[in-house]
């Protein structure tokens, strides 16, 4: 299982960012899928999940009204729409899948069984 996260880099306050992970050797579709951060000196902390089971999706607080989660089963794709983005935002950004089924989204890390490589954002004023 291979996930590849891209899309990552450097904007002014306000910029918008779209992020992409893409999966190989295992289908998204089945799978909660979700996105995490981490900024220097901190510890990972989830910004936003897609319930397989019915689609909803959890945010952040910081997130909400800005980022958009969403997934392409088709392409077996996810994606990070990140719009007004502030300099708090600045991270490596990570693409996770639970191989749980059947049950809500979760922004624990270790609940998250498959991962990324991360992709940097850094947000500039």
């Known amino acids: 299982v291979q996930l590849q996260a891209s899309g990552g880099g450097s904007v002014h306050t306000g910029g918008s960012l779209r992020l992409s992970c893409a999966a190989s050797g295992l289908r998204l579709q089945p799978y909660n899928i979700a996105w995490f951060r981490q900024a220097p000196g901190k510890e990972r902390e989830g910004v936003s999940c897609?319930?397989?089971?019915?689609?909803?999706?959890y945010y952040k607080d910081s997130a909400k009204g800005r980022f958009t989660i969403s997934r392409d089963n088709a392409k077996n794709m996810m994606y990070l729409q990140m719009n007004n983005l502030k300099p708090e935002d600045t991270a490596v950004y990570y693409c996770?899948?639970?191989?749980?089924?059947?049950?809500?989204?979760?922004?624990?890390?270790?609940?998250?069984?498959?991962w990324g490589q991360g992709t940097l954002v850094t947000v500039s004023s």
């Open positions: 996770a899948v639970d191989n749980l089924v059947g049950v809500r989204c979760s922004t624990n890390y270790y609940e998250y069984d498959y």
């Open positions: 897609i319930s397989s089971r019915d689609g909803s999706t």
